[in-house]
């Protein structure tokens, strides 16, 4: 995907990002950190803003008014990420309900172009699915198809 994102940073082992979100409230620290899990080769996506401690707060509701801009990047960091371990799948679910709705809406908007390079799944009712617009999911699960 080719969209206007932010410049990163990225801790040498790839599991830590940080950008600058630019707008009205002014410049705000974002934090992309993946975490395997339980289950080798799945990592989970956490996303929030860099709180006063440093740690990544993702309850936090920025309103900078560069919601796309921030979502590609994110995206971008999941381009990153697998590009130094092309088997893992990535999982990602809000830390709200309204947060996980802006992630499907936001996987919905780009999700022609997402499958160039993506396998992407939802969850719903327990059960993992080949993700489709217009459905309600409560967890999303992408892996990069053959880089």
Same mark, same amino acid.
């Given at each position: 995907?080719?969209? +206007?994102?932010? $410049?990163?940073? $990225? *801790?040498?082992?790839?599991?830590?990002? *940080?950008?600058? &979100?630019?707008? +009205?409230?002014?410049?705000?620290?974002?934090? @992309?950190?993946?975490? *395997?899990? =339980?289950? /080798?080769?799945?990592?989970?996506?956490?996303?929030?803003?860099?709180?006063?401690?440093?740690?990544?707060?993702?309850? &936090?509701?920025? =309103? =900078?008014?560069?919601?796309?801009? @921030?979502? $590609?990047?994110?995206? $971008?960091?999941?381009?990153?990420?697998?590009?130094?371990? +092309?088997?893992?799948?990535?999982?990602?679910?809000?830390?709200?309900?309204?947060?996980?709705?802006?992630?499907?809406?936001?996987?919905? /908007?780009?999700?022609?172009?997402?499958? %160039?390079?993506?396998? @992407?799944?939802?969850?719903? =009712?327990?059960?993992?699915?080949?993700?489709?617009?217009?459905?309600?999911? *409560?967890?999303?699960?992408? /892996?990069? /198809? %053959? @880089?």
């Amino acid at each position: 995907m080719n969209l +206007p994102c932010y $410049a990163l940073t $990225a *801790e040498q082992s790839m599991m830590i990002f *940080e950008f600058i &979100s630019e707008g +009205p409230n002014g410049q705000i620290v974002k934090i @992309v950190q993946y975490t *395997e899990t =339980n289950t /080798k080769g799945v990592y989970n996506l956490a996303f929030g803003d860099r709180d006063a401690s440093g740690a990544l707060d993702d309850f &936090s509701i920025s =309103n =900078n008014g560069d919601r796309e801009k @921030v979502l $590609a990047t994110v995206v $971008a960091t999941i381009f990153a990420f697998t590009d130094t371990r +092309p088997d893992a799948w990535i999982y990602a679910a809000g830390s709200t309900k309204s947060r996980t709705r802006l992630y499907r809406m936001g996987l919905s /908007k780009y999700l022609e172009a997402m499958q %160039n390079d993506f396998e @992407v799944y939802g969850l719903r =009712n327990q059960e993992w699915e080949i993700f489709v617009k217009g459905i309600e999911y *409560e967890a999303f699960l992408a /892996k990069r /198809k %053959n @880089v």
